[in-house]
């Protein structure tokens, strides 16, 4: 077994994409998810435990733990096997470069390396006599030091000595030009630090990679007041969650994320006990941010400042995470607090209890709209209805839209009929959900689909069965091609890998087996009904050989082979228990 072998069977497929989907367990060891790799509201992602292979009924994209990790998280085939190496604390063997350090891999591994040695000296500098200053404006929000090393703050002083630290470092000039941490003068090319006299907030991707910064100014008028990493290789602003990868366990398990605006924000509900809660880097919420959380949640609280910017902030929002079928909470402090003012003045068990209490997001609108329309008449009612109207034909799925309707109709007091008339009259057609992994129409009798599953899945049906199910097949049955694959990769050296089978096939054979693999619906065969769907699958054989024959003769004008066929006929006729 080689290297990258030995790791991808000590890796769990199940465990490595239930770190970045949430998986619901289907029957026996197959799951389902939402597809990180395309937007969907119902799942069509598939994970298979036992073959360690997953595929989406959706977009179609399949494969093992080793084309996940690279997909999801743009990597190299090398850094893959580096990082699941490492989280099984294996050494890699060295071997000179290797074929997958391509140039992209080696500039992304210098930008990290860059943000790696800048993190050391900004962290530092916050605890030096230049960062006293920063310092100081930490203790006065309340943060203590344990919150300061939890989420790596530092300080960039001004001046250029981040240049002069770097410039002692075995790193690549172009990689720090890259990383943009660094400007460029247009006039001289000569290079200065970027963030300068800054309060530094380290920004991670999901896998957990110091990928970027937000510097908060410490002068009161200095603009702008947050100034974050330009877009780099590593760097995508419309990509990046703030504190992601330490709130996403937390997320998976109480199947909610609170949203908040900013840094601070995030710290202050973390210090509070909020282990759950992210914000967006300066940028309006993206769909791709969207995705990133509905992999892990349902529920999303919406915490945005009581400001008049905040709150327009919050809707926009929610619109788009109700158009992604995510259910959606909005909270609004009491006397216009932030979340971290709240909790450093009221305490997170209080925070905690607005959370829970935040209401869904219809009955915050309703609250708003009782300032804008006039409930005490009937004009003003119908008014107000038709205003959350539009919202509530955001939500994707039709019965969630009509049960909203009849509640918000009882909440302002219109008739729940007249609600429903209006719903139907505003409501767009819903375009039909992917379709999940139920077996379709393939050509494939039910043992014979069976069998193919059984003999997938299992080595010692294959050494017992497989040969003879070939020899059976080829005589015309519809799984030949797939049969005869799965004998090839039974015969070749080395274990037995699904994805060899795979690549054996055409497009219309691959998604056959792969739909059988993962058909939701039917049970798992095991060894001890081998013999039976043996059994079954020749008694078919031999049924189309019978039905072939019986059309031939009624097609054949000549009768000098007819004895000949009658014999035959006879004979099937006999193997099949028809005649005597
Ligand atoms: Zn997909």
Redesign the pocket.
């Known amino acids: 077994m080689d290297f990258a072998q030995e790791v991808k069977a000590a890796a769990d497929i199940v465990s490595v994409v239930g770190a970045h989907v949430r998986l619901k367990r289907q029957s026996g060891n197959r799951y389902l998810g939402l597809?990180p790799?395309?937007t969907?509201k119902t799942p069509?992602?598939s994970v298979h435990g036992a073959l360690q292979i997953y595929k989406?009924f959706?977009?179609?994209?399949s494969g093992d733990v080793f084309s996940f990790l690279m997909e999801l998280q743009g990597l190299s085939f090398i850094e893959t096997l580096k990082l699941l190496a490492q989280q099984q604390g294996k050494e890699m063997p060295r071997k000179g470069g290797g074929p997958g350090a391509d140039a992209a891999a080696r500039t992304r591994e210098g930008l990290l390396q860059v943000h790696e040695f800048t993190q050391r000296f900004l962290v530092e500098q916050l605890k030096s006599r230049r960062g006293a200053g920063a310092m100081r404006y930490l203790r006065q929000r309340g943060l203590g030091l344990e919150e300061i090393e939890e989420f790596g703050l530092g300080y960039a002083p001004s001046g250029d000595a981040l240049m002069s630290y770097l410039k002692g470092k075995d790193l690549r000039r172009s990689h720090v030009l890259e990383s943009g941490l660094v400007g460029q003068s247009d006039r001289d090319s000569s290079v200065y630090a970027r963030f300068r006299d800054r309060l530094m907030f380290p920004i991670h991707s999901d896998g957990g990679n110091l990928i970027g910064y937000g510097g908060r100014s410490l002068e009161a008028d200095r603009q702008p007041k947050y100034l974050n990493s330009p877009e780099t290789p590593i760097y995508r602003k419309n990509a990046v969650l703030y504190n992601i990868h330490r709130a996403r366990t937390a997320m998976r398990q109480s199947n909610l994320a609170v949203l908040v605006e900013g840094y601070m924000d995030v710290i202050g509900v973390w210090r509070a006990g909020i282990r759950n809660a992210v914000a967006t880097c300066g940028t309006a919420l993206t769909s791709r941010q969207i995705s990133m959380l509905r992999r892990h949640c349902d529920t999303v609280v919406v915490n945005f400042d009581s400001d008049s910017a905040g709150q327009a902030a919050a809707e926009r929002s929610v619109e788009m995470l109700l158009r992604d079928g995510l259910s959606v909470r909005v909270l609004e402090l009491p006397s216009g607090l932030d979340p971290d003012e709240y909790c450093r003045e009221h305490g997170g068990e209080s925070y905690r209890q607005q959370l829970e209490a935040a209401p869904a997001y219809f009955h915050w609108l309703l609250d708003r709209s009782r300032t804008q329309f006039d409930l005490s008449t009937s004009d003003g009612r119908t008014k107000a209805f038709e205003h959350l109207l539009r919202s509530v034909v955001l939500l994707p799925d039709e019965v969630q839209q009509a049960t909203t309707v009849t509640d918000l109709a009882q909440h302002i007091g219109l008739p729940q009929s007249l609600a429903l008339a209006k719903l139907r009259g505003a409501a767009k057609p819903s375009s039909r959900s992917e379709a999940a992994p139920v077996a379709q129409a393939d050509g494939l009798s039910p043992s014979e689909r069976l069998l193919v599953v059984l003999l997938v899945s299992e080595e010692g049906a294959r050494q017992q069965f497989l040969e003879k199910a070939c020899e059976i097949a080829e005589r015309g049955l519809p799984s030949r091609q797939i049969l005869s694959a799965l004998r090839a990769v039974e015969k070749a050296d080395g274990p037995f890998r699904y994805e060899a089978v795979e690549g054996r096939l055409d497009g219309a054979d691959r998604e056959r087996l792969a739909r059988l693999v993962f058909d939701r619906d039917r049970p798992t065969p095991t060894l001890a009904d081998g013999e039976d769907l043996l059994a079954a699958l020749q008694r078919q054989a031999l049924e189309d050989q019978y039905q072939d024959l019986l059309r031939h003769i009624g097609r054949s004008g000549s009768t000098a082979d007819l004895p000949k066929l009658l014999d035959r006929k006879l004979r099937l006729e006999r193997e099949l228990g028809l005649a005597q």
Do not use: A
């Not at 959706?58 to 994209?61: F, T």
């Open positions: 597809c790799f395309h969907e069509s992602f989406c959706g977009c179609g994209k």
